[in-house]
């Protein structure tokens, strides 16, 4: 498990606690910090997936129950880069070293609470009226993962290129720094076919959403009459176990409300005709 933790880690974002070019990759407390980070990961990956081995209709549950520990580690993350970064700055400055552990932790925890949303949708919870918040979210989520892949990859880049820099161009060295090389762009189209995966997902969202927005402009979809509860307890209902979550931030039923309420679009003066060719123009992205 260990070994499966560290290698998402060095495929991922390749910090240089993990660089065998690094000289305080193996020395104390640096080495000791790393694999105390390590193990404290497994608990939490294991929950995770424990849960794949369930029927897929409790999978969202099990997520909800896993955010708290993933926000731990979150924390943890924080910690062990903080203090990893001080040691890097007084004995090897020459290596980058900017908050790795929080950027792979990050990761982890938006991909699960983007499936947690998805869920929903796979499992027909969600009613057509709460369609239009439930995709306003997961777009949220996307871009955070979107910014995510992108400062991961500049970091991921930095470290190695500082690795291969350390090499020098002669005989068996100048092998290796070319085989690092090459490594090197084939992890670069890896994390590119994901990135573009992602921004594929996000753009038939937000067709999506405003296909949806149109659909209620157009009179086919209308708002329900609540008679009991409200959309305010149905939207803190559908979200709560993100609140467990420090970051990304849960978006709460006011910031909804602010920007992108369907009360206030039905009030508004928008052309559904404009709307459906803004969708079509985010399908066509996709």
Not at 14 to 33: A, F, I, N, T
Not at 87 to 102: A, I
């Given at each position: 498990m260990?070994?499966?933790?560290r ?10 606690v993990l660089c ?5 990759s193996?020395v ?6 790393c694999d105390?980070?390590?193990?404290r990961?497994?608990q939490p ?17 099990k997520y909800?129950n896993?955010?708290p ?17 001080e040691?890097?700055?007084k004995?090897?400055p020459e290596?980058?070293?900017l ?12 991909l699960?609470?983007?499936e947690?949303?998805?869920l929903?949708l796979?499992n ?6 709460e ?6 979210y ?12 992108i400062?991961?990859?500049k970091?991921?880049?930095?470290t190695e ?6 090499l ?11 085989k690092a090389?090459?490594e090197l ?5 890896v994390k ?13 969202c937000?067709?999506?959403?405003l296909i949806?927005?149109g659909?209620?402009?157009?009179g ?5 009459a609540?008679e009991f509860g409200?959309?305010?307890l149905?939207y ?5 176990p993100l609140?467990a979550?420090?970051t ?6 006011e910031k ?14 928008s ?12 399908f066509s992205?996709a």
């Amino acid at each position: 498990m260990t070994g499966l933790i560290r290698g998402s880690l060095k495929a991922f974002i390749s910090p240089p606690v993990l660089c065998s070019k690094s000289r305080l990759s193996s020395v104390s407390p640096v080495k000791d910090l790393c694999d105390d980070f390590v193990y404290r990961c497994i608990q939490p990956l294991l929950e995770l997936f424990q849960a794949q081995f369930y029927h897929r209709s409790k999978h969202r549950q099990k997520y909800a129950n896993l955010f708290p520990s993933l926000s731990t580690l979150q924390d943890d993350a924080l910690k062990y880069d903080s203090v990893l970064y001080e040691e890097y700055q007084k004995k090897e400055p020459e290596f980058v070293y900017l908050g790795c552990f929080c950027a792979w932790s990050l990761r982890l925890v938006v991909l699960s609470m983007l499936e947690f949303v998805l869920l929903g949708l796979e499992n027909e919870l969600y009613a057509v009226h709460e369609l239009h918040y439930v995709f306003w979210y997961a777009d949220y989520l996307m871009g955070w993962l979107i910014g995510c892949l992108i400062r991961s990859e500049k970091l991921r880049v930095t470290t190695e290129s500082q690795a291969l820099k350390q090499l020098k161009p002669k005989g068996k060295k100048k092998k290796q720094q070319k085989k690092a090389a090459t490594e090197l762009v084939a992890k670069d189209k890896v994390k590119q076919q994901e990135l573009l995966f992602i921004q594929a997902q996000q753009c038939v969202c937000r067709g999506l959403l405003l296909i949806i927005e149109g659909l209620y402009l157009e009179g086919h979809l209308k708002l329900p009459a609540f008679e009991f509860g409200s959309e305010k307890l149905r939207y803190e209902h559908r979200f709560k176990p993100l609140e467990a979550v420090t970051t990304p931030g849960i978006l709460t039923y006011e910031k909804y409300s602010e920007t992108a309420s369907l009360s206030k679009l039905l009030q508004s003066e928008s052309s559904s005709k404009k709307i459906f060719d803004d969708s079509v123009d985010h399908f066509s992205r996709a």
